[in-house]
């Protein structure tokens, strides 16, 4: 049990490392991971996603109650903690989305930053929108959104790699997700359902628009992958709602 529990924190830190700014010091790590234990802390990723997700509800929280009647209220609270994750996550995601939409339009420059931009509108909007429905809706989407974005990739991974690691990594994201989604589903009821497809529809969308297989590339449709889902998933939120 003990040997058990060691190998899950050092994976789990390990995906914080990776794909947030935090250098967890409980569990100890090799200066230089091995390829094994890199690959099996992607697993982890969504549970990385909870903690990202519980610092933007609460900047979003905390921006609500202060701004309490303020007209701006909801979209000031959805960039005050679209910022909060974007510092804490070094915007490894939002980076991957630029290069990637830099990718895709090769003849069009401006096509990376221009999709970033809507992506971060569209973000704002679609939070304030969902806030003025239902302050519970607005957690609830907000912190399922961070965790089940982050499950994305291992599907398309999975969906390229059908090896064991792989089904493995799946199996671990799906546990991560699977309390997050009974909150949103309990909170939003049919936003379930419409947020998953929507998920799933961009998650398709971009393995196919992307296919470069070069491991730089990979990691950027990953982010890339990452950022569209999170946004799906609170257009499905806001349509049911």
Not at 168 to 178: D, F, I, P, V
Not at 228 to 235: F, G, I, M, S
């Amino acid at each position: 049990m003990r040997d058990n529990l060691n190998l899950f924190a050092r994976r789990f830190a390990l995906a914080l490392q990776t794909s947030t700014r935090l250098r967890p010091s409980g569990a100890p790590l090799p200066p230089e991971p091995d390829a094994d234990l890199l690959q099996s802390s992607a697993g982890h990723l969504p549970g990385a996603g909870w903690l990202v997700g519980l610092v933007a509800c609460l900047v979003f929280a905390l921006c609500s109650l202060f701004l309490r009647g303020n007209p701006w209220e909801a979209l000031v609270a959805a960039v005050a903690s679209t910022l909060a994750t974007v510092l804490l996550t070094g915007a490894i995601h939002e980076s991957g989305l630029h290069r990637s939409a830099d990718r895709l339009g090769r003849r069009d420059a401006g096509l990376g930053p221009l999709a970033l931009f809507l992506l971060l509108a569209g973000k704002f909007a679609l939070l304030a929108a969902l806030a003025a429905a239902a302050e519970a809706v607005v957690m609830a989407v907000l912190f399922t959104a961070h965790v089940v974005s982050r499950f994305a990739p291992l599907v398309a991974v999975h969906w390229l790699d059908t090896s064991a690691p792989a089904l493995r990594n799946l199996r671990t994201g799906a546990l991560w997700c699977a309390v997050p989604l009974l909150l949103v589903f309990a909170a939003s009821g049919a936003a379930f359902v419409l947020a998953l497809l929507a998920c799933a529809v961009a998650g398709f969308a971009f393995v196919r628009l992307l296919p470069d297989t070069r491991e730089a590339a990979n990691t950027d449709r990953h982010g890339a992958l990452q950022q569209v889902c999170e946004v799906a998933l609170y257009l499905g939120a806001a349509l049911a709602a």
